[in-house]
């Protein structure tokens, strides 16, 4: 009786392994056969600025970026194919910028030194357009990155101290150059040395390095679950938080790649990036429940368009890139077809 009792027990335990290991190979299989699709629409060239760069886009669809024509360079928004420019410089070049859900938005822009001894100048544009420039009392430039729904900006000025910005008052951060805040006030950035670049979070006051396997880790976005997604040694690269609250990396390129990087994540997790082949054709990618895909194997084989570069998603899975549209240089916003 003794030795059919364990060969019951056993058998039971085989099958209640059996049974589990089945449902995760079905749900595996699951999240693979789910079946993503686009529809891309170009974000126009306007009269004033050609050409246009991207840098971000919302959660209610409106994008930013900024253009440059003749000696002028602008700043604008752009959601359903209206624009909007929030700013227009002359002798001033306009080189990023960023935007929160409440339109709210910040840009950076560099003065040729022979008409000031400014480097970077940087600026806040509130929901309602009006301007007002980001200035550290120690510093007379810096560059902008990243804002949050809050209000609170990052960057970092001339000397490479990382700040918090709001309203006219600065927090430092240390030497570190930030590139993204997210709502909770943790901030992705990156320490640059002169032999190894160190990937690392800023939260309540301490700078937390992410674990590599490399020598140059850079991170580039950070989500409100505190993902953090960038690169290492040029391979695209997501650190999430283990169970016990400690970060752990995640390789998300395993292909043959030359070089790769993950440039934006949203709430649920989805990432988009760029990879670089050895042959020098580039895609914009996106990394789905673990599936690593290219999204142009996403989109209409007959819709005239290649895309080279995804630069951000928001938490609805609208995906903002850059490419080419009937063989010339184009910018994509690409919606998820229901």
Same mark, same amino acid.
């Given at each position: 009786?003794?030795?059919?009792?364990?060969?019951?027990?056993?058998?039971?335990?085989? #099958?209640?392994?059996?049974?589990?290991? #089945?449902?995760?190979?079905?749900?595996?299989?699951?999240?693979?056969?789910?079946?993503?699709?686009? $529809?891309?629409?170009?974000?126009? $060239?306007?009269?004033?600025?050609?050409?246009?760069?991207?840098?971000?886009?919302?959660?209610?669809?409106?994008?930013?970026?900024?253009?440059?024509?003749?000696?002028?360079?602008?700043?604008?928004?752009?959601?359903?194919?209206?624009?909007?420019?929030?700013?227009?410089?002359?002798?001033?070049?306009?080189?990023?910028?960023?935007?929160?859900?409440?339109?709210?938005?910040?840009?950076?822009?560099?003065?040729?030194?022979?008409? =000031?001894?400014?480097?970077?100048?940087?600026?806040?544009?509130?929901?309602?357009?009006?301007?007002?420039?980001?200035?550290?009392?120690?510093?007379?430039?810096?560059?902008? =990155?990243?804002?949050?729904?809050?209000?609170?900006?990052?960057?970092?000025?001339?000397?490479?101290?990382?700040?918090?910005?709001?309203?006219?008052?600065?927090?430092?951060?240390?030497?570190?150059?930030?590139?993204?805040?997210?709502?909770?006030?943790?901030?992705?950035?990156?320490?640059?040395?002169?032999?190894?670049?160190? #990937?690392?979070?800023?939260?309540?006051?301490?700078?937390?390095?992410?674990?590599?396997?490399?020598?140059?880790?850079?991170?580039?976005?950070?989500?409100?679950?505190? $993902?953090? +997604?960038?690169? +290492?040694?040029?391979? #695209?690269?997501?650190?999430?938080?283990?169970?016990?609250?400690?970060?752990?990396?995640?390789?998300?390129?395993?292909?043959? =790649?030359?070089?790769?990087?993950?440039?934006?994540?949203?709430?649920?997790?989805?990432?988009?990036?760029?990879?670089?082949?050895?042959?020098?054709?580039?895609?914009?990618?996106?990394?789905?429940?673990?599936?690593?895909?290219?999204?142009? =194997?996403?989109?209409?084989?007959?819709?005239?368009? $290649?895309?080279?570069?995804?630069?951000?998603?928001?938490?609805?899975?609208?995906?903002?890139?850059?490419?080419?549209?009937?063989?010339?240089?184009?910018?994509?916003?690409?919606?998820? +077809?229901?």
């Amino acid at each position: 009786m003794v030795s059919k009792f364990f060969f019951n027990r056993k058998t039971l335990l085989l #099958a209640t392994f059996g049974l589990i290991a #089945a449902i995760n190979f079905s749900l595996v299989n699951r999240s693979k056969r789910i079946e993503l699709r686009y $529809e891309p629409f170009l974000i126009q $060239e306007f009269a004033e600025a050609n050409p246009v760069y991207i840098s971000k886009i919302n959660n209610s669809g409106t994008v930013v970026g900024y253009g440059l024509a003749n000696q002028s360079s602008y700043v604008f928004h752009w959601k359903n194919g209206n624009t909007r420019i929030l700013s227009s410089k002359n002798n001033e070049w306009f080189h990023s910028s960023s935007i929160n859900n409440y339109n709210a938005s910040i840009a950076s822009l560099s003065i040729p030194s022979h008409t =000031s001894t400014d480097k970077n100048k940087s600026v806040y544009f509130s929901p309602d357009g009006k301007e007002q420039e980001i200035l550290p009392n120690t510093s007379r430039s810096c560059t902008v =990155s990243d804002i949050n729904d809050s209000g609170n900006v990052v960057g970092s000025d001339e000397e490479g101290i990382g700040f918090i910005w709001k309203d006219g008052n600065f927090q430092s951060l240390g030497y570190l150059e930030p590139t993204a805040i997210n709502a909770h006030n943790i901030v992705a950035a990156t320490f640059y040395d002169k032999y190894e670049d160190i #990937a690392l979070v800023w939260d309540s006051g301490e700078a937390i390095p992410l674990p590599t396997t490399g020598i140059r880790s850079v991170a580039l976005d950070i989500n409100e679950s505190g $993902e953090v +997604v960038g690169y +290492v040694d040029g391979k #695209a690269i997501k650190w999430q938080l283990s169970f016990w609250g400690k970060y752990q990396q995640k390789i998300l390129d395993r292909t043959d =790649s030359r070089i790769s990087r993950a440039n934006g994540i949203n709430k649920q997790g989805q990432i988009v990036g760029t990879v670089q082949e050895r042959s020098g054709h580039s895609y914009g990618f996106l990394w789905h429940r673990g599936n690593f895909v290219d999204l142009n =194997s996403l989109i209409p084989t007959d819709s005239g368009c $290649e895309l080279m570069a995804a630069i951000d998603i928001n938490d609805k899975g609208e995906i903002i890139g850059v490419g080419t549209y009937d063989g010339k240089r184009a910018n994509f916003l690409l919606k998820p +077809v229901q």
